[in-house]
């Protein structure tokens, strides 16, 4: 069984469009992140969510709305697509709790997002 | 969050060991030490971590220095399938949902 699932893998979607990513672990962790890695490599976080609330929302463009319906899942809805949304999106979880920093994040396999 | 610095690149040849070096001058009293690697085309995966003491597993082994400024991944006897990015990053234990500062990382080539 995958521990952290992605779909879809591949969107490609016209600007101006809207488009969701769903996620879902199987892990029984009470955490999810969203990240995003662009072209150049570099990965950041833009959402956290812990029991269905929302820990982390990093400078994000509000077109982008995380959706926890419950401890397993965080989908990620973007609005009004744009060119430089373009990137992978990564989904993970961890066991946190409030003294867990140091438990490790287990990633999703990521959703290749092209805007054309 | 507390920033770690990490040389772009490394190389290494199949079957020899490598040490990734991080260096982490500013890491607190509660940071833990983590790392991860990411494979080509795929999400980034745990690796190993430790708070001061060294640690072993059956990936990687954690050397941390006494004074806790820096530390070293070892890949005993690196494999084709370890060539990847490795991620040294640095995460306090407590606080809800804290999040990894995930850096440009060093890129290791694994020569056969």
């Known amino acids: 069984d995958t521990a952290v699932s992605q779909t879809p893998k591949y969107l490609v979607t016209q600007m101006g469009n809207d488009k969701s990513i769903k996620c879902e672990q199987n892990?029984?962790?009470?955490?999810m992140y969203w990240y995003k890695q662009d072209s150049k490599k570099f990965l950041k976080i833009m959402f956290s969510y812990n029991n269905k609330e929302l820990i982390i929302n990093e400078t994000v463009p509000n077109r982008f709305s995380p959706k926890s319906p419950d401890k397993a899942h965080l989908n990620l809805h973007i609005n009004s697509l744009e060119l430089g949304d373009s990137a992978v999106y990564f989904c993970?979880?961890?066991?946190?709790?409030?003294?867990?920093?140091?438990?490790?994040?287990?990633f999703g396999p990521g959703t290749r997002l092209t805007v054309l | 969050d507390a920033k770690t610095t990490q040389p772009n690149s490394m190389e290494s040849n199949e079957e020899e060991p490598v040490h990734l070096p991080c260096n982490h001058s500013t890491i607190s009293g509660t940071d833990y030490i983590h790392w991860y690697r990411q494979l080509p085309s795929q999400g980034p995966e745990y690796v190993i971590h430790?708070?001061?003491?060294?640690v072993n597993n059956r990936m990687a082994s954690l050397a941390i220095a006494e004074d806790r400024k820096s530390s070293t991944l070892i890949l005993h006897r690196a494999t084709l399938r370890d060539a990847a990015v490795y991620y040294c990053?640095?995460?306090?234990?407590w606080g809800y949902g804290q999040n990894f500062v995930f850096g440009p990382g060093t890129r290791l080539s694994v020569l056969p």
């Open positions: 993970a979880s961890s066991h946190d709790g409030l003294a867990g920093g140091y438990n490790e994040q287990f």
């Open positions: 892990l029984g962790h009470d955490t």
């Open positions: 990053i640095l995460r306090d234990s």
């Open positions: 430790g708070l001061t003491s060294n």
